[in-house]
């Protein structure tokens, strides 16, 4: 696709049950990233895959939290156990990951809403 | 200390007013800066990446001072439809694609 894409754009979740978050990013982005934005605050870094590199989690709030992408590509974020303070917005956003002198915005998806009520 | 610092605002202004943010960023190692925009309930979107020299782009410059670890965006004769959180971003030389985010800054165009 163009852009980033993510779903589910909503999702309402009982307490105590889990969720997952799936990202697909722009084609040929090296780089994948997860945040989360709960409401009126900024972004709140969560984990970050680059290529074929062990993913960086410092991020995960808790081990409830965890986040795979498979063969370079699509990524899911699953929380377990949910609980109302995970209510936020979880962007992901892509990159190219280009270094040295290359400039790499990171691209992101409209987000998935999730609410646990 | 937060990686990237911003002041919340709101900055409330009116129609065609000028208006200046600043973000402060504690790693001088740091590589690449950009700012993006953030329409309300929207995910976050490149408005222009900043550069050594400074730069425009129609009515927004954005400035890098290195000595003080700041960037800067000026908004000249602002719209209504400026009216956006302003989020500074910085990517440090160690990691090309760690990217640290600003909390925001709120601005409020009225007409």
């Known amino acids: 696709g163009a852009g980033v894409s993510q779903s589910p754009s909503n999702k309402v979740t009982e307490k105590g049950k889990d969720v997952e978050l799936r990202c697909d990013p722009i084609?040929?982005?090296?780089?994948l990233y997860w945040y989360r934005q709960s409401l009126g605050q900024g972004l709140e870094f969560l984990i970050y895959?680059?290529?074929?590199?062990?993913?960086?989690k410092s991020g995960l709030p808790s081990d409830r939290f965890s986040a795979e992408r498979t063969g370079g590509s699509v990524s899911t974020l699953t929380i377990q156990r949910t609980q109302q303070e995970d209510s936020a917005v979880y962007l992901c956003?892509?990159?190219?990951?280009?270094?040295?002198?290359?400039?790499?915005?990171?691209?992101f998806g409209q987000g998935t809403r999730l609410t646990v009520v | 200390r937060k990686e990237v610092e911003q002041d919340p605002g709101p900055f409330n202004v009116p129609e065609g007013a000028t208006v200046a943010f600043n973000c402060t960023y504690s790693?001088?190692?740091?590589?690449?800066f950009f700012w993006y925009r953030q329409d309300c309930r929207k995910e976050p979107k490149l408005l222009m990446s900043v550069y050594s020299s400074g730069n425009e782009d129609g009515r927004f410059t954005a400035q890098l001072n290195r000595a003080s670890q700041y960037i800067s965006l000026l908004i000249r004769d602002s719209k209504l439809s400026d009216s956006a959180t302003y989020l500074c971003?910085?990517?440090?030389?160690?990691?090309?694609?760690?990217?640290?985010f600003g909390s925001g800054t709120k601005l409020n165009v009225k007409p």
């Open positions: 790693n001088s190692a740091s590589q690449s």
């Open positions: 956003a892509s990159s190219l990951g280009v270094g040295g002198a290359g400039r790499t915005e990171a691209f």
């Open positions: 895959f680059q290529g074929n590199s062990a993913p960086d």
């Open positions: 084609s040929g982005h090296t780089a």
């Open positions: 971003v910085v990517n440090p030389r160690y990691n090309f694609n760690k990217f640290y």
